[in-house]
Nanobody
Framework: QVQLVESGGGLVQPGGSLRLSCVAS????????MGWYRQAPGKQRELVAV???????NYADFVKGRFTISRDHINHTVYLQMNSLKPEDTAVYYC?????????????WGQGTQVTVSS
């Protein structure tokens, strides 16, 4: 069982920065693929960024060059550094995790953290 707890959301002006954190409980952090998703009002949840157990990263086109995902194996934490924020980045951001070798795949989700980009 994996529990995910996010933090770091808030209100920021356009062009500003925020760093989201997600702490994963349990002893299998090194086997987890970790990701960040977001969901804006009236829209579907969408993938923002993902990092594998081997720290290979992938980003949605709309955040490339602005957001960076990273992970800390010692503290069982994944981060999302968000720079040059835009109003359209406003959403609830969710941490996600799954074990790549587990079948069927079981996804774990955090409770979400609100990010609001507004002047």
């Amino acid at each position: 069982q994996v529990q995910l707890v996010e933090s770091g959301g808030g209100l920021v002006q356009p062009g500003g920065s925020l760093r989201l954190s997600c702490v994963a409980s349990g002893s299998i952090f090194s086997r987890l693929v970790m990701g960040w998703y977001r969901q804006a009002p009236g829209k579907q949840r969408e993938l923002v960024a993902v990092i594998t157990d081997g720290s290979i990263t992938n980003y949605a086109d709309f955040v490339k060059g602005r957001f960076t995902i990273s992970r800390d194996h010692i503290n069982h934490t994944v981060y999302l550094q968000m720079n040059s924020l835009k109003p359209e980045d406003t959403a609830v951001y969710y941490c996600n995790a799954f074990v790549i070798t587990e079948r069927p795949r079981r996804d774990y989700w955090g409770q979400g953290t609100q990010v609001t980009v507004s002047s």
